[in-house]
């Protein structure tokens, strides 16, 4: 028996006993055994198909940093893209995964260069995301990673076109997750059994059959019927009732990557609505921001620490600490200059604020900013923490809608 058929053997054997090794061996192992089994009377197609997965282990573990990832999402994400039967909305366990290699394999032996491609692209778009630093809110939540990896893995699909579906997916999945705040949990069947109609190249249709939006989603391209599936999935989560959403909600405490993304996304808007275009927003000092930590990043207008220049500001009988972390006083800037704002009176902050060279930093420092005005604020207190939450509202409704 060639020797390195018996360890592969003796390694599956291994495996069902309990021994604790990652599944992406666990998938290697079971696809150089099966190609062992299938092809050792051809040694020649045997040597082809084994270094295949030799070569493709070699790329996947230099991909993602064997300890950086969980490598069953990409196991099981391959096992729900590949699976025979419709999703249930669910992934599939990792051992069931494995399974449908055996199955495929089974099948048609050419189908380890199928499984093999598959996983290396897999693990090439996990990095992918997890690299992207706008992502990182995003990259948490599982069903999101499989949406986009699906997305990805659909080469019928233009880079123009995957422009505009990762923004809806991007207002989508941070309308529920983020500005609603609900479960990660929530419509992750929804999220998987899209990503995989995106995979397999066709979009189910989500409406009734006596319904005139089913024709309309009929006649819409493959861009349109995802954008479309994409809406239907938020439709639950109406944007306009935001601001009850996040009345009093303490918008420091409770968000991490979520207060960086939103304030991304009205630095954006506010872009669009100053120049006409989406091209001059500074990406690289955003990408400073989004790998810094909160703390260092977001400023308090209305100080955490009441300096003798604030006192009195907030109106008696309300609470410092529940007002300050309203979204309303909230600013992201870069590191240096949140250090430099600090508990300074309002007036200093202005120039901090004007250095920052940051169009939702200068909506701060300016009266009616978007309007064009040059007209400085003269003051911060709650008035202007509770105008600027619902100036912030409405801009939310305008950018998720």
Known sequence: MNTEKIVYTVFEVLNSRGLSVIYLDKAKSLLMSLAYDKLNDQPSYLASYTGHIKETWTKIYSSIGINEFNSEDIIKYMGTLLVGSESKGRLVSCDDALEVIRIKINERIENITLIDDLIVRIAKYMRELVDNPFYDFFSSITQLRFFY????????????????????????????????????????????????????????????????????????????????????????????????????????????????????????????????????????????????????????????????????????????EKIVNRLGNLLILPVSLNAQAGNRAFEAKKEVYHNAMLHSAADVVYEDYLSGSSTKRNDWNLHEIEERERRLHSIIINIFK
């Open 149 to 320: 990896i699906s997305l990805k893995l659909n080469q019928s699909i233009s880079d123009s076109e995957m422009k505009y579906i990762l923004d809806e997916w991007e207002k989508t999945a941070f309308k529920i997750y983020g500005l609603f705040g609900r479960d990660a949990k929530k419509k992750i069947g929804d999220f998987i059994r899209l990503s995989r109609e995106i995979f397999l190249g066709t979009i189910n249709n989500p409406f009734g059959d006596s319904d005139e939006k089913r024709l309309e989603f009929e006649a819409l391209d493959l861009k349109g019927k995802i954008i479309s599936r994409l809406k239907y999935i938020g439709d639950d989560y109406e944007i306009e009732r935001i601001a009850d959403e996040l009345a009093d909600k303490d918008c420091y405490s409770e968000w991490q990557d979520e207060l960086k993304y939103l304030f991304f996304r009205i630095e954006k808007y506010m872009v669009n609505k100053k120049t006409g275009t989406n091209s001059g927003i500074d990406l690289a000092k955003w990408q400073q921001i989004f790998a810094s930590k909160l703390d260092d990043s977001v400023e308090h207008i209305f100080p955490q620490t009441i300096t003798p220049e604030w006192r009195g500001k907030l109106g008696q009988g309300n609470r410092v």
